[in-house]
Structures are given as structure tokens and as C-alpha cells.
């Protein structure tokens, strides 16, 4: 066992749940077995969300285990950005783990900015340690036959210094599929295929987080020279220029990130497609 937070002075944390679905297949119930329809799942679906029933399921007053859980999916980022914020402790403040509906990618860019609370050194080790992650993942054999299906990143870091670690945690529903299945977590998920969609999470975190290189400086830039927020770069005068080339200096260590042949998501040009959708939230 390891303290992850053992090297860290007042860190903040966050838990980012990965991949398109958090239940296994077993959960589901068995192949060919008559589906339960539970009212306790339909009260708690239409306690989130009065509209999520079809005209079918009001008229029973109950569904169907699988049918909570991808409707549970369906109200976070999880089935469709590949992965969701379970929960974020910054510096002061109690935990916050309320992120049920967070699903729009705007919304996930502006939890990740409140997580990295203006800090251009901790978004920066952050990504080298994502970028890093990911080339481990495409290189493994373990992820070729098992799924990884509830696991998170959990994200320690240190505003201040820029100090910051990220590692892959919860493993309780990681299990080995069987030898005639090969898996790449890129796929969608289809009753039988295993897929777990646990790398094209980890592409569109990425590709997140990269887009929010502009905002986290702009962010940094007015803290350091003590301006309102709302005031614009053409309203601070030349006087900063010198200090703004410094912290935009210091962020120009990112290297290439590399793209994943074969069909799959890419992280190719993904700069520019984040600065576009950066731009439209």
C-alpha cells in the first residue's frame, strides 16, 4: 500500500472516474434471463430526472437494472466523454461530490480550471503525467485481455509549487476477460464485447486539458498583476509585458502528444480543436 498524499504539503485532490460504463456485464444479470423490473431504480430515475421515463416505464412504475445504469451514465460525461468527475477537495472548503450532472464538456473544463485554482505549473505536470500514462497504457499487455471498469485517476497536486501526481486507483471491478476476446477500450460497449471505453476517456481528458492551457494563463496572468478578471489584456498596458512572456514562457514545455492509429480517437491536432471549443463555452 502506498500514501499517495504522503509527499504532499495541503494538497488538493480530484477523482476522475473512467471510462463509457462503471458496472460489469455480471451486473446486468445473466444472459437469457428474464430482466427484474425494480420500482426502488424507477423512483430513484425519476428523482434526477421526472422526463427520463418513457411512456412504457410510467405505466409500470419500475425498470430494469441495466436500464438505471446506463441512465446513470447518460446524466454525467461518462457515456459520452468517456469519463466523470467524482469528486474534488481543494485547499479550503469541505469535499464536493455533487457532479451527477455535470456532462457537458463545458462544464468539465470549468470544474477542471476550479481543481487547478490558477496554477500553470500544476496543469502543466499534470498533462506530462497524463501524456506519460497514456503512452504506459498503449504499451500494455495486461490492458489487451482485462477491462478496467469502475477504476479512477485520482490527481494530487500542490497549486503553490506546481507539485502534482496522478495514478490509477480502484481496481475492485478490473477482471480478465476471456481468451478469445482481445480488447482496445476505444470501442462502444455492446453486451458481450467487454469494451470499456477506458482510453477514449483518457484521449478526451486529455484533449481537455490541453485546451485549457489559454485559460489557465489568462487566469494566472490576472492573479499575478492583481487585475479584475473582467478587464482584457488591451486594458492592462505595456507595463506587463515582460511578466506576461515570462509565465507564457514557462508553460512552452509541453511536447508532442502522438495519436493513436487505426480508427480509433486521435490526440492529433488537438490543440487547435480545443481552442475552438474552449472558445464556443
Known amino acids: 500500500m502506498q500514501d499517495l498524499l504522503a509527499d504532499h504539503q495541503a494538497p488538493i485532490v480530484m477523482d476522475v472516474k473512467m471510462g463509457i460504463r462503471t458496472y460489469l456485464e455480471d451486473e446486468l444479470g445473466k444472459p437469457g434471463a428474464v430482466p427484474a423490473y425494480r420500482a426502488d431504480l424507477y423512483k430513484k430515475m425519476v428523482a434526477v430526472d421526472p422526463s427520463a421515463a418513457s411512456e412504457d416505464e410510467?405505466?409500470?412504475?419500475?425498470?430494469?437494472?441495466?436500464?438505471?445504469?446506463?441512465?446513470?451514465?447518460?446524466?454525467?460525461?461518462?457515456?459520452?466523454?468517456?469519463?466523470?468527475?467524482?469528486?474534488?477537495?481543494?485547499?479550503?472548503?469541505?469535499?464536493?461530490?455533487?457532479?451527477?450532472?455535470?456532462?457537458?464538456?463545458?462544464?468539465?473544463?470549468?470544474?477542471?480550471?476550479?481543481?487547478?485554482?490558477?496554477?500553470?505549473?500544476?496543469?502543466?505536470?499534470?498533462?506530462?503525467?497524463?501524456?506519460?500514462?497514456?503512452?504506459?497504457?498503449?504499451?500494455?499487455?495486461?490492458?489487451?485481455?482485462?477491462?478496467?471498469?469502475?477504476?479512477?485517476?485520482?490527481?494530487?497536486?500542490?497549486?503553490?509549487?506546481?507539485?502534482?501526481?496522478?495514478?490509477?486507483?480502484?481496481?475492485?471491478?478490473?477482471?480478465?476477460?476471456?481468451?478469445?476476446?482481445?480488447?482496445?477500450?476505444?470501442?462502444?460497449?455492446?453486451?458481450?464485447?467487454h469494451e470499456d471505453g477506458y482510453l477514449r476517456g483518457l484521449d478526451n481528458l486529455i484533449r481537455i486539458w490541453i485546451g485549457l492551457h489559454d485559460r489557465v494563463v489568462s487566469a494566472a496572468l490576472q492573479d499575478a498583476i492583481g487585475i479584475s478578471p473582467a478587464l482584457s489584456e488591451e486594458d492592462v498596458g505595456p507595463g506587463t509585458a515582460d511578466g506576461m512572456r515570462s509565465i507564457e514562457e514557462e508553460t512552452q514545455t509541453l511536447n508532442g502528444v502522438g495519436s493513436q492509429q487505426g480508427g480509433h480517437a486521435t490526440l492529433a491536432d488537438s490543440t487547435s480543436t480545443t481552442t475552438r471549443t474552449s472558445a464556443a463555452c
Open 58 to 193: 410510467r405505466a409500470r412504475r419500475a425498470i430494469t437494472k441495466a436500464r438505471y445504469m446506463q441512465f446513470r451514465e447518460h446524466m454525467s460525461s461518462s457515456a459520452t466523454l468517456g469519463f466523470r468527475i467524482d469528486g474534488i477537495k481543494l485547499q479550503t472548503g469541505l469535499p464536493m461530490r455533487d457532479f451527477k450532472h455535470v456532462r457537458e464538456e463545458c462544464d468539465v473544463e470549468n470544474r477542471f480550471l476550479q481543481y487547478l485554482s490558477g496554477s500553470v505549473p500544476l496543469w502543466s505536470n499534470c498533462l506530462d503525467k497524463l501524456v506519460a500514462f497514456r503512452e504506459a497504457c498503449m504499451h500494455s499487455d495486461f490492458l489487451t485481455d482485462h477491462e478496467v471498469v469502475g477504476s479512477s485517476l485520482l490527481f494530487v497536486g500542490e497549486p503553490d509549487t506546481g507539485n502534482a501526481g496522478v495514478w490509477m486507483i480502484d481496481f475492485g471491478k478490473t477482471m480478465k476477460v476471456s481468451s478469445d476476446i482481445k480488447l482496445n477500450h476505444f470501442d462502444d460497449w455492446e453486451l458481450g464485447n
